[in-house]
């Protein structure tokens, strides 16, 4: 078959043809929150270096599902990214896994507000382990 043997094919209407009566309202919109409404779910992700709190073994028993975690920006020379985890009363629950920091860290410095919540904890042997969701604040 060549190209001068091709013809297109006509295409068959839609059953119900389109029409816009400008008489008529229009529907009303989705209930979806518009841009900037709502928080961004940036990732979940655990939480690193609980076994070295103060007072690891009492970590969980403070922590609750959907509890929110404050996000810190640490000076801290093993890491250039270090960003820490704090409860909402300011107790250290521990870091961004360093390698998985760098865009929180620079949200941060930027002076956006990033936060978590507590999806998930147990203990691990003696050490706490703990998942977070992660949000950019709109």
């Known amino acids: 078959m060549t190209n001068s043997d091709w013809t297109p094919k006509p295409i068959d209407p839609p059953a119900v043809p389109f029409h816009f009566d400008p008489t008529k309202p229009t529907p009303a919109p989705l209930p979806f929150p518009r841009p900037g409404q709502q928080d961004i779910l940036l990732t979940n992700h655990h939480i690193a270096g609980t076994m070295h709190v103060d ?29 820490r985890i704090d409860s909402a009363d300011g107790k250290k629950i521990g870091y961004v896994p360093k390698g998985d920091n760098t865009i929180f860290a620079r949200l941060l410095d930027a002076g ?23 949000y950019l604040r709109a």
């Open 112 to 134: 956006l507000l990033v936060y978590a919540k507590v999806t998930y904890w147990e203990t691990r042997g003696k050490w706490p382990y703990i998942r977070a969701d992660f």
């Open 55 to 83: 007072d690891p073994e009492h970590l969980l028993d403070a922590l609750t599902l959907g509890a929110q975690l404050t996000l810190v920006r640490e000076h801290n020379s093993h890491d250039a990214f270090a960003t």
